[in-house]
């Protein structure tokens, strides 16, 4: 059945470049995945060249609109979309070239296993040493996960049910309490694989009241989230909700959506709630009438400048992630996994463009351009950013596992 839908989405012909035949989705993925490999060792080169070294670990962040590398240290939230992208290029490719670099740029992120003062040790650990970890089965990742997941979980506040995003920080624009921000759905998944590998049930647990809590509290009758809500610590009480890098407190930032969306649908695939699959679904009913024909939407749902204003390749990458694995799991509901998957097919022949895959040798070895990072703050905005490059290519190796799994396995 799912082939059909494969093809059913496939028929919303693409010319790929100056070639005049629809490119297949598998032909898509050969090119990009071979650009990939030419790219991130580019960007491997460039991070030698701007003096990387086990003690000084650098780690790509953007490049600037003078088309320089901007690198950043260890602890800046991204830092392990980098290795985590080297290790899906080693899965597709298989190339032990590719494994060496991504076991390169994962190994320098060892202390991060014992950070307890910030939310995305979750997207820090799991993109490289997860991916690590699930790919070569070295027993030292394992360990690594498990104590980071810990040091994630030491900041579960039980009166609010979360787990707290930021720590009071010079360049944090107001003294929250304890804020919990729509992104950090996304650290939820190293709490749900650690507490399968480790064997610890309260990592589930801990997983689980957050969701729970944000489903509640972050989200919006029409399915849309607010990014941030701040919480009394002592008693639980919602004390205000608004944005950090949205358009406004009311609007709907568009990459807050989509890490929802991804959020909730990987809580359904842990767990098997059924509320998450629900809340996932409602989410996703929100966000597809608003993007736009290419697929790629606009930086915020409601900014003022639409449609002249600038597009998010990330919120279109993690999208199309999250909806081809969605897609997976309603295959019993009329129409909907094949609504989902080729939405997601249209994301990813806009990404698989020349106006969005950077040209070989070009931005300094990312895969994609034109992301946006925080529009309000004035940072990475229209600039290649290494989110977006990870998420891509797991949007690709997941369409590419749902068009080849045997119909019994799905
Ligand atoms: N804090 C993650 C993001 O900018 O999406």
Same mark, same amino acid.
């Given at each position: ?28 993925? +050969? ?5 990939? $490999? ?17 003690? &000084?670990?650098?780690?790509?962040r953007y490049?600037?609109? +003078? ?11 991204c830092? @392990? ?46 993109? $490289? ?31 609010? @049910? ?32 650690? $507490? ?15 969701? *729970? ?7 919006? +009758? ?14 639980? =009480? ?7 890098q ?5 609007? $709907?930032?568009?990459r ?9 649908? *990987? ?21 597809? #009438?608003?993007?736009? =024909? ?12 639409? #449609?002249?204003?600038?597009?998010d390749?990330s ?29 997601? =097919? ?10 969005? &895959?950077?040209?070989?040798? =070009? ?8 992301s946006v990072g925080n529009k309000?703050g004035?940072v990475e905005v229209?600039v #290649?950013l290494?989110y ?13 596992? &749902? ?8």
């Amino acid at each position: 059945m799912k082939k059909s839908i494969i093809a059913a989405a496939a028929a919303s012909c693409f010319l790929a470049g100056a070639c005049c035949q629809t490119e297949s989705m598998e032909e898509l993925t +050969e090119r990009v995945f071979a650009r990939a $490999s030419e790219q991130l060792a580019l960007l491997d080169s460039n991070l030698d060249e701007a003096g990387f070294s086990e003690e &000084l670990a650098l780690c790509p962040r953007y490049v600037d609109h +003078e088309g320089n590398l901007v690198t950043s240290n260890i602890w800046w939230w991204c830092s @392990g979309f980098y290795p985590g992208s080297l290790w899906l290029v080693y899965e597709y490719t298989g190339d032990e070239g590719v494994k060496a670099l991504a076991e390169k740029h994962t190994e320098v992120l060892d202390s991060i296993r014992f950070r307890t003062n910030d939310h995305d040790v979750g997207f820090q650990l799991d993109c $490289s040493y997860g991916n690590g970890y699930r790919l070569t089965g070295n027993p030292e990742y394992k360990a690594v996960l498990c104590d980071g997941a810990h040091s994630l979980a030491t900041r579960f506040n039980p009166a609010v @049910g979360c787990t707290r995003s930021w720590d009071p920080a010079p360049d944090h624009i107001a003294a929250w309490k304890f804020p919990v921000i729509i992104d950090n759905m996304m650290n939820m998944e190293l709490l749900l694989s650690a $507490s399968e590998l480790c064997g610890d049930e309260s990592l589930r647990a801990v997983a689980e009241s957050h969701a *729970m809590t944000v489903m509640k509290n972050h989200f919006r +009758e029409d399915g849309s989230s607010f990014h941030l809500v701040d919480y009394d610590p002592v008693s639980g =009480e919602v004390l205000v909700r608004q944005t950090v890098q949205g358009f406004a407190d009311w609007s $709907s930032w568009t990459r807050g959506q989509a890490w929802g969306l991804y959020g909730f649908t *990987m809580m359904y695939q842990y767990t098997g709630g059924r509320q998450y699959l629900d809340h996932a679904v409602k989410i996703a009913e929100y966000l597809i #009438p608003r993007l736009p =024909e290419d697929g790629i939407p606009y930086w915020d749902f409601d900014s003022d400048l639409i #449609p002249d204003d600038l597009r998010d390749a990330s919120a279109g990458a993690i999208m199309a992630s999250a909806l081809v694995q969605l897609s997976g799991f309603v295959r019993d509901e009329a129409g909907r996994a094949e609504k989902y998957l080729s939405v997601a =097919e249209r994301i990813l022949r806009t990404l698989a463009s020349d106006e969005y &895959l950077a040209a070989p040798g =070009e931005d300094c070895g990312f895969i994609l351009k034109h992301s946006v990072g925080n529009k309000p703050g004035g940072v990475e905005v229209d600039v #290649p950013l290494t989110y977006s490059d990870y998420y891509f290519l797991e949007a690709l190796l997941r369409y590419r596992a &749902l068009s080849s799994s045997p119909r019994s396995e799905r």
